[in-house]
């Protein structure tokens, strides 16, 4: 009985009928609020780029706080980038023959980022390129979000990141939202985060929840007596 010989080898070793093309890598850094995940990604892509490596840096549009046209860290550093509503107008704006010649790409808060799945596809599988994504792995709920934890069955290396709780000192894994919005896109810095510690996010969760229904309460007391003043003399 003959055996059946596919004519395509998947072999990367050359020659007639093989498949040979360069492949790229992705690298995903995670972590809460003030963990260093921008400081990691500025780190390596300045390596990258000092070993003779064309770069380039990206970064939702949304994200204003300290600069529209670059990364900055918390503490300041700065490397320029392109701010960007999705990834998929990336190509086009960067240009076509520059894009050819691009070697790696970073991408910060990589949790906006709606086709960052399909992005990091095209680009490492099918134009051989290193992507390097930084981004939150959770919400303020420690829920999944955005696309980032997507990405990672698709990753060459993950790097959890952890941060110092503002409350203990102790590693902290999670981001506390300290005001009482609770929207899942709420752009903001330490006037609004804090990274914690489990003890100190179910604690302070505890007490903003509490603080919360108190306010709730105090509004329908209002609501429900429509001359708070006058009774209070009665």
Not at 50 to 75: E, F, L, P, Q
Request: aromatic letters at 8%; glycine letters at 8%.
């Amino acid at each position: 009985m003959s055996s059946f010989k596919s004519p395509i080898s998947l072999t990367s070793t050359g020659g007639v009928g093989s498949i040979h093309r360069a492949l790229g890598e992705v690298h995903v850094i995670v972590g809460p609020m003030f963990a260093g995940k921008t400081t990691a990604l500025l780190r390596r892509i300045k390596s990258e780029s000092n070993n003779g490596r064309n770069v380039a840096m990206i970064k939702s549009s949304k994200d204003t706080r300290y600069a529209t046209d670059s990364i900055v860290t918390h503490d300041g550093v700065k490397f320029p980038c392109w701010a960007l509503p999705d990834l998929s107008s990336f190509r086009q704006k960067f240009g076509a023959e520059a894009y050819e010649k691009l070697e790696v790409i970073g991408i910060d808060e990589a949790q906006f980022f709606e086709d960052l799945y399909d992005f990091c596809c095209e680009v490492a599988d099918h134009d051989g390129k290193t992507v390097i994504v930084a981004g939150l792995d959770g919400d303020y709920l420690r829920r999944s979000f955005g696309s980032v934890l997507d990405v990672i069955p698709l990753a060459d290396s993950v790097t959890k990141l952890t941060a110092r709780c503002e409350l203990c000192g102790k590693r902290a894994f999670f981001t506390l939202r300290k005001i009482e919005e609770m929207q899942t896109e709420l752009i903001g810095g330490a006037d609004i985060y804090m990274p914690v510690c489990r003890q100190h996010y179910v604690n302070g969760q505890a007490v903003i929840e509490a603080a919360r229904n108190a306010l709730e309460s105090r509004k329908d007391k209002v609501q429900s007596d429509p001359h708070p003043e006058a009774a209070a003399f009665i």
